[in-house]
């Protein structure tokens, strides 16, 4: 008989508060005429805290729904963030630099139609509709913590397919080594594109074949159970939970598998202070601020950050 111990970091699934528990709580509360903002952290001096429970910021309406099995193996030991503050607290300077302003601003950015490419060291380079590869892959769900290197942090039950899978079906050369990918690029319709032409757009990041090819490393097309919404990088981003925020680039268009290391973004604007690896470190503190600690967006709280935001198991021997 098989018996799985679960990990330190891991909470039995029935912990994990769903979308609807979120959706039927928000309803008691607006029958009863109570906000729960009343009862925010910010007074105690834990931090400032987004009401779960207020109005749904734009982009979360008739979003068609993604049916997809969790798996029970990936999951945190904090209660899943309401998607109205995961929907509404976003960090896409694309769009704008004001986190809660970057919601209205992608609300009418078009994520459909949307053509992926797959370049570089791969045995047939090709073009093909987000929706077309989409269904040749093995969708799931996993709740994963998110970190931002600006020390904020959310939990987030993510649809997608393993980028390990995607790999295997791109075929990469024997030569590759890297895999980069690359974000859109529309001025017109990304103000922050138009606004910030300072920046290097079109947003770029970059992993080892070694580190895309990990079990934690994830595709995502949908959260909360249904379609990605703007926002949150529609129709297609990278979600790599042991590193920082910024290297889970959004909005891809293009695959391009390399021999050299990449350049990524942020290490091109800001050299002196993000890396190529932008692992989760909280012995490392950034220049200019600690990060040892960790705001959780939703209550405000302050929690002690873990190497490799808690996954050290999965990807800490990729560093040996």
Known sequence: MLIRVPKGWETPER?????????????????????VGAFGLTALGLGRALDPFAEEPPGLADLPPLKARRNPKYTVERPITAERVVAGYNNFYEFSTDKER???????????????????????????DVDELIRQMPLEERVYRLRCVEAWSVVVPWTGFPLAKFVEWAKPKSSARFLRLVSFMRPTEAPGQREQSWYPWPYFEALTLAEATNELAMIVVGSYGHRLPNQNGAPLRLIVPWKYGFKSIKSIVRFEFTRGQPKNFWNVVVPNEYDFYANVDPTVPHPRWSQATERDVATGQRIPTKPFNGYAEFVAHLYR
Do not use: C, H, N, T
Not at 102 to 119: D, G, H, N, T
């Open 15 to 35: 912990e994990a508060a769903p979308e609807e528990l979120y959706r039927s709580r928000r309803r008691f509360l607006a029958g009863l005429g109570v906000g």
């Open 102 to 128: 970057v919601a209205a601003l992608a609300a009418r950015f078009r994520s459909r139609p949307w053509e992926v490419e797959i370049a570089g060291e791969v045995e047939k380079p090709r073009r093909l």
